[in-house]
């Protein structure tokens, strides 16, 4: 008889899980890191099976494993789902079978027949334990305090890993993010360019580059000061994603210019987009102080073509038609 397999909850289930998802972690390809730490533990312990796994809203996810050939198990049945609710200490089950919480449970009643199983929770920062790092055997085994000492310091040894990852992804983030837009910066356009390029080659996906460039911002620094020409810059970012579909790319690169790397490749449905973009932000804008201010914009166009294979290329092409566009404005004032 399969008896209906039940784990206990953590009380602060929903702020864990938010650090679990925070680690952008769960799904990820292997990392030799984990990996390397795992085959150690598994060497060390002279056990069969070592794992790093994190446990999800109802799945216990391995990130690393020697001597598992699943991915992931389902919550109910994990060891860790225990290990977790106590984030302070190691869980140790010297023999399952003798243990009223996993008697039953089917990776020990069926194959593959598991009678030992220490786990230590992975707690992160703020106290949370994202899951476990755990040895299983299929034997029963005591594992004396110098053993479980090390077992603790092997869970230091992977948040230690799992805080460096975190942190070289923030730092990445950072390193692509304008930081007063919160937009895409330069280096991510030049990325999200690259990309459409390269899908434009290889199976004729259109795009075009618009460049944009407001007009007489400077005006507004002067009146109005500096951090207003920093609130409008926002509003003008606001305002021109609001009008781009999803996949397309909005960024600033620098000073009071954006640019667009845009899935259409039709001229004259862009041409629309443009004049889209042009009366959304010539709308008056309100600044905080209470002061309401009109700002332009001129935009330049450049459509991808079969033939082109550069993003510089294509870029100065619409930062001259921008400043076409400026010339001829210019005139008209
Ligand atoms: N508030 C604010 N101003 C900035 C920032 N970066 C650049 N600027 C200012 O933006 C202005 C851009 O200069 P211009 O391109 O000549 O401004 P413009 O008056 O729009 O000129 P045209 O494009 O010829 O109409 C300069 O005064 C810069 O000091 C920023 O982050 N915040």
């Given at each position: 008889?399969?008896?209906?397999?039940?784990?206990?909850?953590?009380?602060?289930?929903?702020?864990?899980?938010?650090?679990?998802?925070?680690?952008?972690?769960?799904?990820?390809?292997?990392?030799?890191?984990?990996?390397?730490?795992?085959?150690?533990?598994?060497?060390?312990?002279?056990?069969?099976?070592?794992?790093?796994?994190?446990?999800?809203?109802?799945?216990?996810?391995?990130?690393?494993?020697?001597?598992?050939?699943?991915?992931?198990?389902?919550?109910?049945?994990?060891?860790?789902?225990?290990?977790?609710?106590?984030?302070?200490?190691?869980?140790?089950?010297?023999?399952?079978?003798?243990?009223?919480?996993?008697?039953?449970?089917?990776?020990?009643?069926?194959?593959?027949?598991?009678?030992?199983?220490?786990?230590?929770?992975?707690?992160?920062?703020?106290?949370?334990?994202?899951?476990?790092?755990?040895?299983?055997?299929?034997?029963?085994?005591?594992?004396?305090?110098?053993?479980?000492?090390?077992?603790?310091?092997?869970?230091?040894?992977?948040?230690?890993?799992?805080?460096?990852?975190l942190r070289a992804s923030v730092l990445e983030q950072m390193a692509m993010t304008d930081y007063l837009t919160a937009l895409p910066n330069r280096a991510q356009f030049d990325n999200a360019l690259s990309g459409a390029m390269s899908?434009?080659?290889?199976?004729?996906?259109?795009?075009?580059?618009?460049?944009?460039?407001?007009?007489?911002?400077?005006?507004?620094?002067?009146?109005?000061?500096?951090?207003?020409?920093?609130?409008?810059?926002?509003?003008?970012?606001?305002?021109?994603?609001?009008?781009?579909?999803?996949?397309?790319?909005?960024?600033?690169?620098?000073?009071?210019?954006?640019?667009?790397?845009?899935?259409?490749?039709?001229?004259?449905?862009?041409?629309?987009?443009?004049?889209?973009?042009?009366?959304?932000?010539?709308?008056?804008?309100?600044?905080?102080?209470?002061?309401?201010?009109?700002?332009?914009?001129?935009?330049?166009?450049?459509?991808?073509?079969?033939?082109?294979?550069?993003?510089?290329?294509?870029?100065?092409?619409?930062?001259?038609?921008?400043?076409?566009?400026?010339?001829?404005?210019?005139?008209?004032?």
């Open positions: 008889m399969i008896t209906e397999q039940r784990c206990p909850i953590p009380e602060n289930e929903t702020a864990r899980l938010a650090a679990v998802h925070s680690h952008h972690i769960l799904d990820t390809e292997p990392e030799i890191e984990f990996d390397a730490l795992t085959r150690v533990v598994a060497h060390a312990f002279d056990v069969p099976i070592a794992v790093i796994a994190m446990m999800d809203t109802d799945r216990l996810w391995f990130k690393s494993k020697v001597g598992l050939d699943v991915p992931q198990l389902d919550r109910k049945v994990a060891f860790c789902a225990h290990a977790i609710v106590a984030p302070k200490s190691a869980l140790v089950i010297p023999d399952l079978q003798d243990d009223i919480r996993f008697a039953d449970n089917p990776l020990v009643t069926n194959a593959p027949h598991l009678r030992f199983y220490a786990g230590v929770p992975l707690v992160d920062t703020t106290g949370h334990a994202l899951g476990t790092i755990a040895i299983i055997d299929v034997q029963p085994r005591v594992l004396n305090h110098a053993e479980q000492a090390s077992l603790l310091d092997c869970a230091t040894l992977v948040m230690t890993a799992l805080q460096g990852r899908r434009a080659m290889r199976s004729g996906v259109p795009f075009s580059v618009l460049c944009l460039d407001l007009n007489g911002f400077k005006n507004v620094n002067d009146r109005f000061g500096h951090a207003a020409g920093d609130e409008v810059l926002c509003e003008v970012a606001r305002r021109l994603s609001g009008q781009l579909r999803q996949g397309d790319t909005l960024a600033r690169l620098g000073g009071d210019e954006f640019a667009i790397v845009t899935q259409e490749g039709d001229h004259g449905a862009v041409a629309v987009l443009a004049q889209r973009l042009v009366a959304s932000v010539g709308q008056p804008i309100m600044l905080s102080s209470g002061d309401t201010i009109h700002v332009g914009i001129s935009v330049g166009i450049a459509p991808y073509r079969a033939g082109i294979t550069s993003t510089l290329f294509l870029l100065d092409q619409a930062d001259k038609a921008l400043y076409d566009t400026k010339h001829q404005n210019a005139k008209l004032v």
